[in-house]
């Protein structure tokens, strides 16, 4: 089985929430102040579907023997979700953002509502997430075992705290644009998650049928980078000229 | 206003030329030119130096992804890191020395001239009372339990825990968890203040997570976390091992075989230090196990050695392959192809000259050399019952005798292994197979390999010479002699005593 598919981050829906508001960057956690909702409508769209060419790898299997509350919430053996292939050769997990293009020094102010990182099952939920720099990041515990949290970053500040029992919540924000911030738990060395951290709303993360949506984007050519865990990465120009909605597929050679 | 403008000149002179200077000439042989941790040196360590770009480090008193304090990069330059390559300074550079380098290494990250980034050390008062105590110790080893130490460390606390072989640094590179026994060797010191600080802190850039929002979660109180240091400081000894160069065989009535028999409790016990196998090749860099702990007694006819040494994996075992295949990738081999991880066993080797020697001159330390062999007791984790002994004329040279060797048990329990020789006192084979006599110092080595760190060959952990004597049973006249000595004095005191007396009497009477 390929796992199930979490590609639909809550931090997505609110790609359409932006705002040329200034941005306090340096606050570790969200201002407080709500974002200004931006009509979606006035922007273009950007959507696409992701796909690959060739043979997917394995996942490989997981032995959560050692962690029998986390075992007993799979049927099946469960499955490390490196590669999460949909109908078509579809492809989930998939980073999709504007690399270049936004004018400079255009601020947006982070959502107050936060991403929500769950590890449900000794596996991380959603297994790849976009956050705006500033923007809440909550981790969960939803499993009875210990996690502890990892982020490994270069232009962010690392951390790694505890989770030690279910129901367990940190909250932690990004201070800087980084694309990916790595998130491992070292006691169960298979749980990897990955976070783009944005300055602007503008990414997505591939649904399980590979498609993607990138909103509200102002009038302009951008350079749209298309980022996946094993595959490397692609990127694609697309101009965009008032409320249009143009298409830009991207399509991978698997390895 | 001129000391003013003086000052400030100072503190902006606190820069980093001088600095660079003495990095240059002291650290960069490990650190790199660019504080990368790439310096000509780092291939031959585990862990690597560390890398100043990324201003991640282990050893705070701030918060987990905070920038330490100043006080806290000089503390690691101080003292240095135990357990690690690094080197305490504080008596080897002068105070403005160590505060230049301390300014120059800053310099490799940009998180510290960020002014948003202001480390802020961690608050907490004293240890509570007691925590040597029998009640302390279970509050402590229960959260032990439910904060998930376990995992990493192991039930007993020898690092050997399920997770030990998945373990790496946020470079990929292998790292083991802490052998909690070993508190001499933790990074960041070994008092219950030091491990409390950790628990608060986490290490940074490694697998140890901090656990200080656990209070803030209320999870745990602040002196339930207390109770987990102060019950992970006792597994430790009081005072760090002290090597003595003489391992005394005391005489036994009969010979403890089983490495658990109860004989062994009431015996002393040696520590000795290893370290990698750096002279030939292939050379050894990374070895796992840090020293060995020796007891020996002895019969009339036969002795009995116990080594203990701690080793977090029973191998051959192939969960370790993976981290093999790190430590082979971390260190810079001396072969030209490099080495694919195998299961290899666990090995012990106790060496002896062939013979007693009569003077000081005693063979090479290192398995000896073709003209003057070394005897040799040859342990192995595939075959724990059957050592073998034979003769090395040199590192890559043994040559197993027939017969005549030791006999072992082993034991293997949650990351030590514990294995007794036996063998009698006399030899058949007096050319090649030492015979043990009493009252003499015999020289004495140690080597071991942890097959799960990819040790095998000359690849392992040495010692150098140390003695072993067999405590000779004290004769009988010993305790006469005295005793005899002292009834005859006074009797001959009291024979002149009497004489004198008599005198006097006799003179009296005339």
């Known amino acids: ?255 | 206003m001129i000391h003013a403008l003086l000052l400030l000149t100072l503190v902006a002179t606190q820069d980093t030329t001088a600095g660079k200077q003495i990095y240059t000439k002291w650290c960069a042989g490990c650190h790199g030119d660019n504080g990368a941790g790439d310096g000509p040196a780092a291939k031959h360590m585990i862990p690597p130096p560390r890398d100043f770009t990324g201003a991640v480090y282990q050893i705070r008193s701030t918060p987990s992804s905070q920038l330490p304090t100043d006080a806290d990069l000089l503390r690691s330059i101080d003292e240095g890191l135990f357990g690690t390559a690094m080197p305490g300074w504080k008596s080897r550079l002068s105070d403005r020395q160590r505060r230049d380098v301390l300014a120059y290494i800053k310099t490799f990250s940009t998180f510290f001239a960020d002014t948003t980034q202001r480390p802020q050390p961690i608050k907490f008062g004293n240890a509570p009372g007691g925590g040597s105590g029998a009640e302390a110790l279970k509050v402590g080893r229960q959260f032990y339990d439910s904060i998930g130490c376990r995992k990493c460390h192991g039930d007993l606390g020898r690092g050997d825990g399920p997770s030990a072989p998945t373990l790496k640094d946020d470079a990929q590179h292998p790292i083991f968890a802490a052998n909690l026994h070993e508190n001499w060797r933790f990074n960041g010191g070994g008092t219950v203040e030091d491990i409390y600080r950790r628990l608060r802190t986490g290490l940074d850039g490694t697998p140890m997570p901090s656990f200080g929002d656990l209070i803030e979660n209320k999870f745990l109180t602040d002196e339930q976390l207390w109770r987990v240091a102060q019950y992970v400081r006792s597994l430790s000894p009081k005072d760090a091992p002290v090597v003595r160069d003489v391992v005394h065989a005391p005489l036994t009535k009969s010979l403890p075989h089983a490495p658990d028999d109860s004989t062994w409790t009431a015996v002393a016990v040696y520590w000795f230090p290893l370290v990698g196998q750096i002279i030939h090749k292939a050379r050894w860099f990374s070895p796992a196990v840090t020293g060995v702990w020796v007891k020996a007694v002895h019969t009339a006819d036969s002795i009995a050695l116990r080594v203990v040494w701690d080793d977090r994996s029973q191998s051959p075992d192939t969960s370790w392959l993976a981290h093999v295949g790190r430590v082979f990738a971390t260190l810079q081999s001396d072969d030209s192809t490099p080495e694919q991880p195998a299961p290899w066993p666990d090995q012990l080797i106790v060496q002896f000259p062939v013979s007693i020697p009569t003077g000081m001159e005693r063979p090479y330390f290192l398995m000896g050399s073709s003209g003057a062999p070394v005897y040799q007791w040859r342990w192995s984790s595939i075959a724990r019952t059957a050592p073998v002994a034979g003769l090395a004329r040199g590192i890559d040279r043994f040559e197993p005798l027939s017969s005549g060797g030791p006999a072992a048990q082993a034991v293997y329990d949650h990351g030590q292994w514990r294995v007794v020789f036996t063998r009698a006192l006399a030899s058949t084979d007096t050319a090649s197979q030492l015979p043990f006599r009493t009252g003499r110092a015999i020289p004495v080595a140690f080597f071991a390999s942890d097959g799960s760190n990819g040790e095998h060959g000359s690849r392992m952990a040495v010692s150098t010479w140390y003695f072993l004597a067999l405590d000779e049973p004290v004769p009988a006249r010993v305790f006469i002699s005295p005793v005899l000595a002292m009834v005859l004095t006074l009797g001959l005191g009291m024979l002149v005593v009497w004489r004198a007396q008599q005198k006097t009497s006799y003179r009296r009477q005339q």
Not at chain 1, 62 to 91: R, W
Not at chain 1, 213 to 232: N, Q
Request: hydrophobic share 40%.
């Open chain 1, 1 to 255: 089985m390929t796992g199930r598919i979490f590609s639909v981050v809550g931090g997505m829906f609110l790609l359409t929430v932006c705002s040329k508001g200034s941005q306090s960057s340096a606050a570790p956690a969200a201002p407080p102040a709500p974002a200004a909702v931006e009509n979606a409508a006035a922007g273009g769209t950007i959507t696409g579907t992701i796909k690959f060419t060739g043979v997917a790898p394995k996942n490989p299997p997981i032995d959560m023997s050692e962690e029998a509350a986390c075992k007993a919430k799979y049927k099946t053996t469960p499955t490390e979700e490196n590669v999460v292939a949909g109908p078509a050769n579809a492809l989930a997990n998939v980073f999709v953002y504007v690399k270049a293009g936004v004018p400079a020094g255009q601020t947006f102010t982070a959502p107050t509502t936060a991403v929500v990182l769950d590890q449900d099952g000794c596996r991380y939920h959603p297994h790849v997430l976009g956050i705006m720099v500033g923007q809440p990041l909550e981790i969960l515990n939803t499993d009875p075992v210990l996690h502890n949290i990892k982020a490994i970053a270069k232009a962010n500040r690392p951390f790694n705290v505890s989770q030690p029992s279910a129901g367990m919540k940190t909250t932690r924000a990004f201070t800087a644009p980084e694309v990916m911030v790595n998130l491992e738990c070292n006691v169960h060395g298979w749980m990897h998650a990955y976070a783009g951290v944005r300055p602007d709303p503008f990414f997505a993360v591939s649904a399980a049928n590979g498609s993607f949506t990138i909103s509200g984007l102002p009038p302009g050519t951008y350079t749209i980078e298309a980022w996946h865990e094993k595959f490397g990465t692609q990127t694609a120009t697309v101009t965009i000229a008032g409320t249009e909605s143009k298409t830009q597929n991207f399509t991978f050679a698997a390895r």
